[in-house]
T-cell receptor, first 113, second 113 residues
Framework: EDKVVQSPLSLVVHEGDTVTLNCSYEVTNFRSLLWYKQEKKAPTFLFMLTSSGIEKKSGRLSSILDKKELFSILNITATQTGDSAVYLCAGPHYGGSQGNLIFGKGTKLSVKP | GAGVSQTPSNKVTEKGKYVELRCDPISGHTALYWYRQSLGQGPEFLIYFQGTGAADDSGLPNDRFFAVRPEGSVSTLKIQRTERGDSAVYLC???????????FGPGTRLTVT
């Protein structure tokens, strides 16, 4: 059964710290892996990764995929209190449509001032 | 606004009642998805529409759940004979195509008493 496992489940850091969030994706037929940030209700899209070894970057956030190992990391440098959120990793479910995403439980990041 | 919108934002209903949750996707997005999220969990896939038709409804938990998208835009998720276990945040997302990133709405928090 396909599944997405994220670690750690929660993390507390101080402003200015750098954090690395992990996502492992056990899947029979890999297509893509997505990262979302969830504050309150709506998950906000961050990155979609399809190619191994190519880093995607947006401001202080970056992500990279190891397609062979089915593993991805999300890095946040110089963290700010506004980065506090749940970070979700997801990927298409094998046998389903591309839209049938399965999500990990998320990593809850708390950034203290 | 240009994002996905959902109404109502909160819905409290009694066990056994019927509810309808509405989703208005981003204009021009042909794909629409419904997910359900319980506390401390990632979103769980329910159903995916491509245009007017349900391309994948494998996530609907039972026949009390039904969704429609008659004109290929707005979608309604319908739950009959609600049970307390249906309480969750129901999220809607849309994308420009089957292989594109999904953009989420703010969700409807359903509470069944």
């Amino acid at each position: 059964e396909d599944k997405v496992v994220q670690s750690p489940l929660s993390l507390v850091v101080h402003e200015g710290d750098t954090v690395t969030l992990n996502c492992s994706y056990e899947v029979t037929n890999f297509r893509s892996l997505l990262w979302y940030k969830q504050e309150k209700k709506a998950p906000t899209f961050l990155f979609m990764l399809t190619s191994s070894g190519i880093e995607k970057k947006s401001g202080r956030l970056s992500s990279i995929l190891d397609k062979k190992e089915l593993f991805s990391i999300l890095n946040i440098t110089a963290t700010q209190t506004g980065d506090s959120a749940v970070y979700l990793c997801a990927g298409p479910h094998y046998g389903g449509s591309q839209g049938n995403l399965i999500f990990g439980k998320g990593t809850k990041l708390s950034v203290k001032p | 606004g240009a994002g996905v919108s959902q109404t109502p934002s909160n819905k409290v209903t009694e066990k056994g009642k019927y509810v309808e949750l509405r989703c208005d996707p981003i204009s021009g997005h042909t794909a629409l998805y419904w997910y359900r999220q319980s506390l401390g969990q990632g979103p769980e896939f329910l159903i995916y529409f491509q245009g007017t038709g349900a391309a994948d409804d494998s996530g609907l938990p039972n026949d009390r759940f039904f969704a429609v998208r008659p004109e290929g835009s707005v979608s309604t998720l319908k739950i009959q004979r609600t049970e307390r276990g249906d309480s969750a945040v129901y999220l809607c997302a849309s994308s420009s195509g089957q292989r594109s990133e999904q953009y989420f709405g703010p969700g409807t928090r359903l509470t069944v008493t």
